[in-house]
T-cell receptor, first 112, second 115 residues
Framework: RKEVEQDPGPFNVPEGATVAFNCTYS??????FFWYRQDCRKEPKLLMS???SGNEDGRFTAQLNRASQYISLLIRDSKLSDSATYLC?????????????FGGGTRVLVKP | GAVVSQHPSRVICKSGTSVKIECRSL??????MFWYRQFPKQSLMLMAT?????????EQGVEKDKFLINHASLTLSTLTVTSAHPEDSSFYIC???????????FGEGSWLTVV
């Protein structure tokens, strides 16, 4: 089982619709969680951190479920510019210190 | 905001030669930098964790003698791909952790093509 797993998609989303997807992690000692956005052939960029109580940033809502070991990202009122691959990132303490593990990414395609 | 600069953005080299990629944190100090490799349509794979002033920690399966990492200062880490092979052609990305927190910022990435 991979340490961090995501549905690769693609999620085909009509413009203006809502889309949500999850990311599961296997290490129960994981400490912090992030969502990154990666556009084709570009570097990942931080979208938002994920807090225990859940957090919202504009049209984006992130939630953490420690009991079931997953985080989620919800995008409301999807824009064409939201088309990208969304990477789930989990930070856990490893033998060499803090270690970030990336999920495989979920591809989102927003269409007119 | 914080910026991480990576250079070169694209490089083509011949098989058997070595190529160096630089990663700089421009406006913050980073005790820890990370090097990733990403093959087409795959996720980022951590290659090694680079700590300033000490030896890098390599992930399982990554050859430390082939991928030389140096982190000589709080703002610069370098990755040297030695005896490059066409199979090493990939997108290499560095990231740096802000000294005072958990946030990670990525460089723009370097496309390496070995011919």
């Amino acid at each position: 089982r991979k340490e961090v797993e995501q549905d690769p998609g693609p999620f085909n989303v009509p413009e203006g619709a809502t889309v949500a997807f999850n990311c599961t992690y296997s290490n129960s000692a994981s400490q912090s969680f992030f969502w990154y956005r990666q556009d084709c052939r570009k570097e990942p960029k931080l979208l938002m951190s994920v807090y225990s109580s859940g957090n919202e940033d504009g049209r984006f809502t992130a939630q953490l479920n420690r009991a079931s070991q997953y985080i989620s990202l919800l995008i409301r009122d999807s824009k064409l510019s939201d088309s990208a691959t969304y990477l789930c990132v989990v930070n856990a303490m490893g033998a060499a210190g803090n270690k970030l593990t990336f999920g495989g990414g979920t591809r989102v395609l927003v269409k007119p | 905001g914080a910026v991480v600069s990576q250079h070169p953005s694209r490089v083509i080299c011949k098989s058997g030669t070595s190529v160096k990629i630089e990663c700089r944190s421009l406006d913050f100090q980073a005790t820890t930098m990370f090097w990733y490799r990403q093959f087409p349509k795959q996720s980022l794979m951590l290659m090694a964790t680079s700590n300033e002033g000490s030896k890098a920690t390599y992930e399982q399966g990554v050859e430390k003698d082939k991928f030389l990492i140096n982190h000589a200062s709080l703002t610069l880490s370098t990755l040297t791909v030695t005896s490059a092979h066409p199979e090493d052609s990939s997108f290499y990305i560095c990231s740096a952790r802000v000294l005072s927190g958990n946030t990670i910022y990525f460089g723009e990435g370097s496309w390496l093509t070995v011919v």
